[in-house]
């Protein structure tokens, strides 16, 4: 299957400062890319929709202030968590959809963790 | 919107057959998809359902009936490897898939 890499794969930080993650897709060009959230023992929440070379579409209740994502190229999404606090301490997922095929594939995730 | 639901658990042996089910209503439908999640990994997709009947691939099988907003995870010959939680997940009119909260799958010797 199509293949997503994310990096970092893991990241600890202090509380206020901000955290750049980013989401390749590596075989396959994606216009359309997806920022998932998953707190422990919970399932994935859609945050938001990132669209090449436009503004990306974000769930009710995710700050787009906040939650920084950009799309600059077929390839690349990245999601910058701004002025990060404890309880933004996370497994962030990106995926992609494979525009051949329609299935939806995820990276390796990124464990966020603010002390 | 959207309303997803799965059992929370599940328990089953080795070698043994298990059925995971998974309901769903929605406003607007174009695919069901299960994932199987690892604790502390990304999902990984399994099958993905569009229209009405059963999907086969090696010991997994997927069914939908989009008429009863049902769909099922069959899982053969079940190995410890299979524990993990299986994630049902639907497509509507735009691309984004919605999560269902997932159920836990322990498998015993």
């Known amino acids: 299957g199509a293949v997503v890499s994310q990096h970092p794969s893991r990241v600890i930080c202090k509380s206020g400062t901000s955290v750049k993650i980013e989401c390749r897709s590596l075989?396959?060009?994606?216009?359309?890319m997806f920022w998932y959230r998953q707190f422990p023992k919970q399932s994935l929440m859609l945050m938001a929709t990132?669209?090449?070379?436009?503004?990306?579409?974000?769930e009710q209740g995710v700050e787009k202030d906040k939650f920084l994502i950009n799309h600059a190229s077929l390839t690349l999404s990245t999601l910058t968590v701004t002025s990060a606090h404890p309880e933004d301490s996370s497994f962030y997922i990106c995926?992609?959809?494979?525009?051949?095929?329609?299935?939806?594939?995820f990276g390796p995730g990124t464990r966020l963790t603010v002390l | 919107g959207q309303n997803i639901d799965q059992p929370t658990e599940m328990t089953a042996t080795e070698g043994a057959i298990v059925q995971i089910n998974c309901t769903y209503q929605?406003?607007?439908?174009?695919?069901l998809f299960w994932y199987q999640q690892h604790a502390g990994e990304a999902p990984t997709f399994l099958s993905y359902?569009?229209?009405?009947g059963l999907e086969e691939k090696g010991r997994f099988s997927s069914f939908l009936s989009r008429s009863k907003g049902y769909s099922y995870l069959l899982l053969k010959e079940l190995q410890m490897k299979d524990s993990a939680s299986y994630l049902c997940?639907?497509?509507?009119?735009?691309?984004?898939?919605?999560f269902g909260k997932g159920t836990t799958l322990s498998v015993s010797s």
């Open positions: 995926s992609a959809r494979d525009p051949g095929g329609g299935t939806q594939y």
């Open positions: 075989d396959f060009q994606a216009t359309t």
């Open positions: 990132s669209n090449e070379g436009s503004k990306a579409t974000y």
């Open positions: 929605t406003s607007g439908f174009n695919g």
């Open positions: 359902n569009v229209l009405d």
């Open positions: 997940a639907l497509r509507q009119a735009g691309t984004a898939l919605i």
